[in-house]
């Protein structure tokens, strides 16, 4: 009688990110101010965050967070969550930053494939292997397209002009002032275009296989170690530090309602891991009894799990995915699935160039009397440096110690 024992071949792969230098990107905003003019702008976006303490009438603007978490956030959730059919599945696991301007996200992802067979009375099929690895290297290649695209177009920067107003002295007042800043042309006849250019950054982006992993299935003898933990996102807050002064009248309660709120946290934490702790022993206690139980009569020997799995890498090393003298993953196979892409992600940083027009705005006779107001200026300074060279020839003007009186000279009485 043929037995049948399900091998899982757990792939492993790693998606490796690397910053590259910094380019200037597109105009994102353009202004041509005429001779005279001058104008205030006001720039903000999704990353900046303003702070103001009305005790001190301190303001200040700082950027939360970069791009580069947001895409490693958007990769993570492109990647969980697979589902694939035909005897295939897939599992990982994802866990975004809570922290405001966090660092970004990270995650875990393997491929699980279900072969079933044994022994060497056993068949099985490996190409499902070959095919859910393909497909999976163009999903994570199609989805770093897609995410590093959404990037770019949930970048925003707001660019824009606002009027000087006569408004009462505050917190308004303090946005207003810390946001915008003053532009000016000084020219007299011709005007000036200010280009305000995004500063983008260069990363590379590779998918790559690591590792190939055979295992039997046993539900009495259980080796995987992987554990997905749902995230509890209910009644989650996004908190918004605050900055207060030493000298704040209101620190001490202030101090005190931060320290409530951290303690009534670390208790229902506490509670909710005892819980999980208390459900985690009880299933230990029950699966450490039952495999006492069921000890002398398990499901697969020693042998008979050997042999499943070394037939499992002959069919692998067979469909060359595997390489015969390592039992590691093939070379071919590796550079087949491996691809490598140079994303350009935005950065909150701004570069403002001023080019000065080539066209003049003034009359005939207005460029003459600027021409003339010039080649008078040129004269002015001619003429100081020649009473200046007079200056220094002149006894009169000379800053010497006159010559003391002889003593041989006889005296006038």
Request: negative net charge; charged residues 30%; hydrophobic residues 30%.
């Amino acid at each position: 009688m043929k037995q049948r024992i399900p091998v899982d071949v757990i792939l492993y792969f790693e998606l490796v990110r690397c910053s590259e230098s910094l380019v200037i990107g597109d105009p994102i905003y353009s202004t041509t101010l005429l001779p005279g003019e001058r104008v205030r702008l006001f720039t903000s976006d999704r990353h900046t965050q303003w702070s103001y303490d009305s005790e001190s009438n301190l303001s200040y603007r700082h950027q939360t967070t970069s791009e580069e978490s947001y895409y490693a956030a958007g990769m993570a959730e492109a990647m969980s969550d697979l589902t694939i059919n035909e005897s295939r599945s897939s599992s990982s696991s994802y866990e975004d930053s809570w922290a405001q301007g966090g660092g970004g996200a990270s995650f875990s992802f393997f491929g699980l494939i279900e072969l079933g067979g044994g022994g060497s009375w056993g068949s099985y099929d490996s190409e499902s292997t070959s095919r859910f690895s393909h497909s999976l290297s163009r999903h994570a290649e199609s989805s770093s397209r897609y995410v590093a695209a959404s990037v770019r177009a949930k970048s925003s920067t707001s660019v824009g002009e606002v009027e000087q107003r006569q408004h009462a002295e505050g917190e308004s007042e303090a946005h207003y002032e810390s946001a915008s800043r003053v532009f000016s042309n000084p020219n007299k006849c011709k005007a000036v275009t200010y280009l305000f250019h995004k500063i983008n950054k260069i990363q590379k982006v590779h998918f790559k296989l690591v590792a190939i992993e055979r295992r039997v299935q046993d539900p009495k003898v259980p080796t995987g170690a992987h554990q997905r933990v749902p995230v509890d996102t209910t009644g989650r807050l996004t908190i918004k530090p605050e900055f207060i002064s030493a000298a704040n009248k209101e620190r001490l309660e202030k101090e005190k309602m931060a320290r409530t709120s951290a303690a009534e946290r670390q208790q229902s934490t506490a509670s909710a891991m005892g819980f999980q702790q208390s459900g985690f022993y009880a299933a230990a206690s029950y699966k450490s009894a039952q495999m006492v139980f069921e000890r002398s009569d398990p499901t697969y020997d020693i042998p008979v799990r050997k042999a499943a799995i070394e037939a499992v890498d002959r069919e692998l090393i067979d469909a060359g995915i595997l390489d015969e003298k390592t039992l590691e993953p093939s070379d071919t196979f590796v550079k087949e699935l491996y691809w490598e892409r140079e994303e350009i992600l935005p950065t909150p940083g701004i570069i403002v160039k001023g080019c000065l027009d080539e066209c003049v705005t003034c009359e005939p006779a207005l460029v003459k009397e600027i021409e003339l107001d010039l080649e008078r200026k040129k004269l002015e300074n001619e003429m100081l440096k020649q009473q200046i060279e007079l200056l220094e020839k002149s006894q009169e003007y000379r800053c010497c110690p006159s010559e003391p009186a002889s003593d041989d000279e006889p005296d006038d009485q």
